[in-house]
């Protein structure tokens, strides 16, 4: 179920401080006067954790697509208001300093995962949040068409060579879902991976969820928290983008006629992608629905849902003992004392 549309202010998660601000705590229908600029690090946090509980599903049951507006914009009303603006620069700063945290503290790793239809912003969202980190502590990952090497294997073996090392941030464009997505809705695609007849029953996408979970679970136990997002766009905004592909010269490149064909799809994708999230939302690796027709808030709440893991995991900079004191205190003695 979508904890911010059913269940706001009562998720399993009791010990999540509540929003601070009573202007952030209340509903924000459009009519209400926006909140005030956001004036210090702990503002927005709270406005991270706020909009990130608003798209976050950590328990699947009774989860229904169409309760997430693919335009929605939460408080946020538009790309030009100082706010927006501010709120995506400030959240990618801190986002920032996050990431240095996890990597000096060397503990953990974070694998988030994007899925969505074609143009639905899954490129400019990880090239935007990502703008300000350290990019030796990051890697991106696209998992296009398996290849016969892939085919030849279980279907968590291709991802599972590239899960982020401790200390990282790993992001996987596409990842092993596209096995309970696109192989759905292409039954052609399943022949295609040659599994023993009696292990393709009815229930095989439910045993593929239940694997899933099962393998995020592991994943969550040996310190790899997973965070996934999926970027809800609508079929008309998706026509608008595809069109903008097709008549600006400089976006032609982005334009393949077989998106065009995978639109053809629409409701078995969706029916697809509802049933995958009922299946695989867990309170450990929870999926994102991020509202997707307009890109800038898209990033805005994409980088609320990676400050907010980043800050619940108490991150700090590891602590420098007795005997590195005295060490750091000798080689400054030495420094000063050169000629
Ligand atoms: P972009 O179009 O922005 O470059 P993309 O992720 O759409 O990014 P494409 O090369 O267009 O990249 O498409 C990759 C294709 O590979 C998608 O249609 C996807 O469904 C397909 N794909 C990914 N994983 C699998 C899989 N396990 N089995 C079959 N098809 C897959
Ligand atoms: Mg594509």
Redesign the pocket.
């Known amino acids: 179920m979508n904890e911010g549309i059913a269940r706001e202010g009562q998720g399993p998660n009791t010990s999540e401080p509540k929003a601070a601000s009573p202007e952030l705590q209340a509903p924000h229908p459009r009519s209400r006067p926006q909140p005030p600029a956001l004036a210090s690090r702990g503002d927005l946090k709270d406005a991270a954790r706020r909009l990130a509980k608003k798209y976050r599903v950590r328990d699947g049951k009774g989860f229904r697509l169409k309760d997430v507006d693919p335009g929605e914009t939460a408080w946020l009303e538009s790309e030009d208001k100082q706010d927006a603006k501010q709120v995506l620069q400030e959240g990618v700063s801190l986002l920032a300093r996050l990431q240095d945290m996890l990597y000096a503290q060397d503990r953990w790793a974070l694998l988030l995962i994007f899925q969505a239809m074609?143009a639905a912003g899954?490129?400019g969202a990880i090239k935007h949040v990502m703008s300000g980190i350290n990019p030796q502590g990051c890697q991106v990952f696209?998992?296009?068409?398996?290849s016969a090497e892939d085919l030849d294997h279980d279907?968590l073996w291709r991802c599972s060579k590239d899960m982020p090392e401790r200390g990282r941030i790993g992001i996987f464009?596409?990842s092993y879902y596209?096995?309970v997505?696109?192989?759905r809705v292409h039954s052609n695609?399943l022949e295609k991976q040659r599994l023993p007849e009696e292990r393709v029953t009815k229930r095989i996408w439910k045993d593929r969820y239940r694997d899933i979970r099962s393998y995020e679970r592991y994943l969550d136990n040996n310190g790899v928290v997973v965070r996934k997002f999926f970027l809800h766009v609508s079929r008309k905004e998706q026509k608008r983008r595809f069109l903008e592909r097709i008549d600006n010269p400089a976006k032609n490149w982005?334009f393949?006629a077989?998106?065009a064909q995978?639109r053809g799809y629409w409701k078995q994708y969706m029916t697809a992608y509802e049933d995958m999230i009922r299946g695989t939302a867990t309170k450990r690796a929870p999926w994102y629905v991020i509202p997707a027709d307009n890109k800038w808030f898209t990033r805005i709440a994409v980088a609320a849902a990676v400050v907010e893991t980043l800050d619940s995991l108490g991150l700090a900079y590891p602590e420098v003992g007795k005997e590195k004191l005295a060490e750091l205190a000798r080689t400054r003695r030495a420094l000063m004392a050169e000629k």
């Not at 696209?142 to 398996?146: D, H, I, R, T």
């Open positions: 074609d899954k490129d696209s998992f296009k068409a398996p279907f464009n596409r596209e096995e997505l696109v192989v695609l982005k393949s077989t998106d995978e």
